[in-house]
């Protein structure tokens, strides 16, 4: 169980909080986890290219006293300049390194081909970012492993904090929906490392032996017109696909949902990854499907917590499925399970517990 969060370890300490993506998720969740743990939390978040913003985010930074600098997920190029600012006054710079480029960009979306004059840049700025920082924050020991490797960084300077979800948005409440279907939600940006070209081919299948099931894939983005086009090709229909929808509406989506399912590409970054949805399905108290990958095990037990599966396998992804809805009480089980492992490791009390260690420490508090 996570200490509870009126230890505040870090009271009295103002922590910056510079980004470009003001409304992503993990920059969401890391704030509000620091906030519990006891920190003000100045954040300056300003989604303009690098050289637009920064002449906003060095008058922060030269304006007031710190304690801390976290630059958040995605602000690699702000790394260097933070350390230039604060060096003299020997502020802590700690960097969110839960995406690496060259893993998103080369790797998981294939948009920049390996060897490239633009690869080799990408892979330069996951570098000089982790080692320009004091300490680096990722979401899984297997990336970590993977980030050592590609950067040289000692595994001293590394912390690994959970994605974890947000519960003061997700959280468990009544299935409303009484249709007699037995829903399966998928919600992405339809990168290649989610695998959904798995979930349309074990919809496929289940569709020809089951009515009572449907799916709901949710999103858009990368892959998503190649996927409904296999969709049609495959015949598979018991599915149905739907734009994306705003972040405050999925709470209710999930909760609608009879399953929840997380990613099950077969790509590397897809087996160092559990991605936000698989949280979200915990926090809601709804059973989650996602493929059995090393960060899976990291935090997660088959049969326990959720169902694990072969990554890249519609087979035995559809045979899950089925089992999960024959099996109600089992079922059932699994969820609740999973949502106590939730609270105990991936809420914001939870997160605010690591967090609040991890710039303790750093801080030497």
């Not at 510079?18 to 986890?33: C, E, F, H, N, S």
């Not at 933070?82 to 802590?92: E, G, Y």
């Not at 299948?205 to 089951?210: G, K, L, N, Q, Y």
């Amino acid at each position: 169980m996570p200490e509870p969060h009126d230890a505040r370890p870090l009271a009295g300490t103002r922590i910056a909080h510079l980004g470009r993506q003001p409304r992503y998720t993990r920059d969401r969740i890391v704030a509000k986890a620091l906030e519990r743990a006891g920190a003000e939390v100045i954040t300056v978040a300003d989604p303009r290219r690098f050289p637009q913003r920064w002449p906003r985010f060095a008058r922060v930074i030269g304006g007031r006293r710190f304690d801390a600098v976290l630059v958040s997920t995605l602000s690699h190029a702000d790394v260097p300049l933070t350390r230039m600012l604060v060096s003299a006054r020997h502020t802590p710079v700690v960097f969110d390194a839960s995406i690496a480029l060259y893993e998103s960009m080369v790797e998981s979306r294939g948009t920049t081909h390996p060897g490239s004059l633009g690869a080799r840049r990408l892979a330069l700025q996951d570098r000089l970012a982790c080692r320009l920082a004091d300490h680096v924050l990722v979401d899984t020991a297997t990336h970590q492993s993977y980030l050592q490797g590609r950067t040289g960084v000692p595994s001293s300077r590394f912390s690994r904090v959970w994605l974890g979800a947000d519960d003061e948005v997700m959280s468990p409440r009544p299935q409303v929906r009484a249709d007699g279907q037995f829903r399966v939600l998928f919600y992405a940006t339809y990168s290649p490392l989610h695998g959904a070209e798995h979930i349309v081919a074990a919809a496929a299948e289940i569709s020809r032996s089951h009515d009572d099931i449907e799916f709901l894939l949710v999103g858009s983005g990368h892959t998503d017109r190649a996927i409904r086009k296999l969709a049609e090709d495959r015949k598979a229909t018991k599915l149905r696909f739907s734009g994306r929808v705003p972040y405050a509406q999925l709470p209710d989506l999930i909760a609608s949902s009879d399953v929840c399912l997380g990613v099950f590409g077969s790509i590397a970054p897809a087996a160092r990854v559990i991605p936000f949805k698989v949280y979200d399905g915990l926090a809601m108290a709804r059973p989650v499907v996602t493929a059995d990958t090393p960060a899976a095990r990291e935090a997660l037990v088959d049969r326990v917590h959720c169902r694990l599966c072969p990554a890249a396998d519609p087979a035995a992804l559809a045979e899950v499925l089925i089992e999960l809805k024959r099996d109600t009480e089992e079922t059932r089980a699994i969820a609740e399970r999973g949502h106590q492992l939730f609270r105990d490791r991936f809420s914001l009390d939870a997160l605010s517990v690591d967090l609040g260690r991890t710039f303790a420490t750093l801080l030497h508090r």
